[in-house]
């Protein structure tokens, strides 16, 4: 076997991934899905979420931002321990309470990520009470608006929504929880439909939406409807 | 087996979760079979009759009477099921909950587009008969304690089916993926 591939077990599965490769892509090359809100394909993880978070070695780890090293080899890593899972599901709910998520009108309902997870961990009702925090949506700019009531503030718009020149049109403003999503207004004047499309796409829940464009996919055709979030990527 | 007894409710919501129980299509039979009615929309009692073992709250507390009210079937009944979004989490009359009471009321009453037309003498409603307004929509849980939650706007059909019949037989509950969702 070449150098750079390196064994370790998931729940017991025996694993092989590349060196340097993330462990939650590793998972996924494997076949075992991790959940995630802020891992975004080829771009660096920020590990902002943590609900991504593994045991190895008997260690709390984010999976997303754990390099595959040398040292990982006969690691064993836990995944679906009803510990972790547990931990997931509580997440999940502290995200619902801390924002203002009302799926029944949100354009994103169906393909939310969010919401998504919380059909995975069965969540019936958080188990916190809710926040009801005042946030301001900011829909001054042509293409899109920002709903900051529904931010989970994953920073994937931040780290992936660049022009030519590497400037972002998305940054956080203030700290701890004063914290806000805002976009860049002289940037985002001259937006690309596609560009604002692909800041759709990119958000995990309904911050970021496209103007001039309403609830277009019927109720059980949307993203989420039919499969739980993780099966789309282990078909693949 | 002597029937059980289902008393229901709607607060402040819209009716949709008191047509998703009706939308069972057939089922009705079975369920009618299955249970007995008592203080509720469906057959317009006004008051309970007798202590009752299920009741279904549909939509959370915006108002002074919603919390009577539901005050009223936590005592008369023996499990409590919070039915629907706005009964679990205000649902979207809770859309007002970051907003000041006074400033809703004005847009409502004062300052909205069409009030110069319907309300010409700028009155704010005030009637003592009508129930006092709460400074925001709570959760039906934060009130009273709830013993069970059935989610979504409406909860699909099969959802409050399944879980009527799981609870009234105790047979296992039987709930595909699509069946739990949130709009
Ligand atoms: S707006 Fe969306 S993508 Fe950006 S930080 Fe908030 S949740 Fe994440």
Redesign the pocket.
Known sequence: MSDNKINFTIDGKQCIAEEGMDLWKAAMVNGIFIPY??HLKDVIPAGSCRICTVKVNGRCMAACTTPITKDMNGAVVENETPQLEEMRKMIVELLFVEGNHFCPSCEKSGNCELQAMAYRYKMMVPQFSYNFPLRKVDASTPKIY?D?N?????????R?IKDEQGRSY?A?YKRGNKLE?HIDHELAANMSNELAQT?MD????G??IRKEKGFDTPIGKRKFDKEPIGTEFLKK | MSKAIVATASLAGCFGCHMSILDIDDKILQLIELVEFNKSPIDDIKEFTKMCDVGLIEGGCCNSENIENLINFRKNCKILISVGECAIMGGLPALRNGIPIKECLDEAYLGGPTTGICNPDKIMPNDEELPMILDKVYPCHEIVKIDYFLPGCPPRAELIWEALTALLTGKEMNLPYEVIKFD
């Not at chain 1, 529904?150 to 931040?158: F, G, S, V």
């Open positions: 809100f802020c920002l900051r529904r931010c989970i503030q994953c920073k994937k718009c931040i992936a998305f956080f999503i800041a990119t958000c995990p829940v911050a970021i």
